[in-house]
């Protein structure tokens, strides 16, 4: 890509100098910045006292609201802060007051765990899930979604991108269908947060979860929830704590009046301090050119796996982004990703309990998943498609 500095992301990226790393979609290499605030903090709560250090820095505490929201495009007091993507889903999904007979509608590609979480809230309350069919490009089918509405469909729940593959599900052609129907619309954009530009206002999602570690190359255990404050009178979060609420009479207690009633008040400041720059960083990088050179660079390296005789790309959509799966016959991705390890090549294996309805469909049990981020390179991809031909020459099939 010209013009990208691509010395200055690897410089800035200590663990280029150790691995050839396609595993983003799982976490990726944090920037040099993002390490050094993360450990300055550490060891400032370490000299001064935890609680101490939080005072310190309650400014760059605070900041981070203020990045969150301009990376997404909303307020920051629709931000609220949360370990991981999971407990930040969760947070929203089980806050809303599902009552028997209530419709929830959601895609082929859903993330396993919130999937279990429907057929809880189904067995719990008598609520249906359903999933909405894929159009001819393997992505959510808006017409068909928009002919399973009726008074009773209470939720739209999408994931983005799967963990299992580079589809990217049109989510604003979904959040017009939602908006259109007045029905609450609920995004899982953990892979795609920090991968490419994400505006909920030209979405139109009323709840958005993100985690930290995967292409927002923030810490392990760091997370993010988007609640639009035109909705947020109607949850009341499943876990509330003296921080999300004010214990404000003996019975009786008041819930804070914006996204933070979803937070807790005991949290991994280093944590936030080291997401906090990770947006930043990002933000400098700019969302429009991250996702150009991901999308460039998984390209390419679909392009140069689909010749190997025995090689099959299984990514779907007309929009694919950096996570490439595939599969070699006669061998198994498990067996691949560690022959792979061997040459410090880092990749992981996509299995179907993480996508089942849309795996099962395709008859898929596991793949390869190597996953491409903008501080990757084209040597980078040479070296890997040298890799799996040398896998698949020895594979027998
Ligand atoms: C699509 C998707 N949603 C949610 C999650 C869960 O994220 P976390 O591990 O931060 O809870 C993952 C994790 O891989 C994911 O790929």
Known sequence: MPGFDIERARRETPGTAHVLHFNNAGSSLVSQPVLDATIAYLQLEAQIGGYEAGDQQADSIEHAYAAAASLLHCERDEIAFIENATRAWDMAFYSIPFKAGDRIL??????ASNYIAYLQIARKTG??????????????????????????????????????GGLVNPIEAI??????????????????????????????????????????RAPRGTGFLYVRREVLEQLEPP??????????????????????????????????????TAIDYAMEWGLDTIWRRVKELAYRLRAQLTPIPGVIVHDRGITQGGIVTFTIEGINPTEIKRQLAEQHIN????????TRL?????????????????????????????AIEKIADKAVF
């Not at 849309?358 to 491409?372: G, I, P, Q, Y």
Request: glycine share 4%; charged share 25%.
């Open 358 to 386: 849309d795996m099962e469909k395709r008859n898929l049990t596991e793949m390869v998943r190597a996953s491409v981020h903008y501080y990757n390179t084209n040597e980078e991809i040479a070296r890997f498609v040298e």
């Open 239 to 276: 876990f509330l704590d003296l921080h999300a609420a004010t214990w404000t009479a003996r019975d009786s207690y008041e819930m804070l009046a914006d996204a933070r009633r979803f937070e807790t008040w005991e949290t991994n400041y280093a944590g936030r301090i080291g997401l906090a």
């Open 106 to 111: 959601t895609s082929m590609a859903e993330y």
């Open 127 to 164: 609520v249906s899930v359903e999933a909405v069919p894929d159009d001819a490009y393997g992505q959510l089918d808006v017409a068909a979604l928009r002919n399973m509405l009726d008074e009773h469909v209470r939720l739209i729940a999408v994931t983005h991108m799967p963990s299992t």
């Open 175 to 216: 959040g017009k269908v939602a908006k259109e129907a007045g029905i609450l619309y609920l995004i899982d954009a953990c892979q795609t947060i920090g991968q490419m530009p994400i505006d909920v206002q030209k979405i139109g999602c009323d709840l958005l979860s993100a985690t930290g570690r995967k292409y927002l």
């Open 347 to 354: 990749v992981s294996v996509a299995i179907r309990s993480s």
